[in-house]
């Protein structure tokens, strides 16, 4: 299983830190969030950024291992 943890307004919107997830692909991961926690984390999902294992993800195709650890982090604002 997959560890997300969410934060700032993600964390809001899905209404919990983290949570294990069944996925294969970030891609996957997203659609049973989405559909985990309704369009309210779907339309926050669209403008965020991906750790995975610590790493950028840009590529939501690219395959996650079982132990993944995904860090959803929303926009932030301030300097």
């Known amino acids: 299983m997959v560890l ?3 934060f700032a307004a993600a964390r809001a919107a899905a209404g919990v830190s983290e949570e294990k997830v069944s996925a294969a692909t970030l891609a996957d991961l997203l659609s049973v969030v989405s559909q985990a926690h309704g369009p309210k984390l779907a339309s926050v999902l ?3 950024s991906f750790l995975v294992d ?3 993800r840009h590529d939501r195709n690219a395959p996650l291992a079982a132990d993944s650890v995904v860090d959803v982090l929303p ?5």
């Open 4 to 6: 997300v943890r969410y």
């Open 46 to 48: 669209e403008r965020c």
């Open 54 to 56: 610590g790493l950028a």
């Open 75 to 79: 926009p932030f604002a301030g300097g």
